[in-house]
């Protein structure tokens, strides 16, 4: 299962290796994994992998079944746009709206 997990990327694994871990026996957490790599079904692995960062971000902690929903939910509403193409820090914002120095009217 960390496999296909890894396959996915790396914070689909971190949070899969989280869900396990939080479960007295590893086991537990085995049917939360697996829903959230049927996600990977109706979902391209980048945004998969950009939900689940964003769920460790914000430490998507309730219950076993609903942590897999909160994923599902960070999918569905598009939370996970934020954490694909983070701008690297410092780098200069490009947008058709945004005038830089050499403009002048």
Excluded: W
Aim: glycine letters at 8%; a positive charge.
């Amino acid at each position: 299962m960390l496999a296909q997990a890894v396959k996915l990327g790396p914070s689909v694994t971190a949070f899969c290796e989280m869900v396990m871990a939080d479960r007295p026996h590893p086991e537990q957490g085995f049917r939360t994994c697996l829903g959230i790599l049927a996600l990977a079904r109706s979902y391209d692995a980048n945004r998969l992998d950009a939900a689940c960062r964003r769920g460790l971000t914000i430490r998507a902690r309730p219950v076993s079944q609903i942590r897999g929903a909160s994923i599902k939910s960070i999918l569905q509403s598009g939370l996970d746009r934020a954490f694909l193409d983070d701008p690297v820090e410092g780098s200069p914002l490009q947008h058709a709206n945004i005038r830089g120095q050499g403009y002048y009217h």
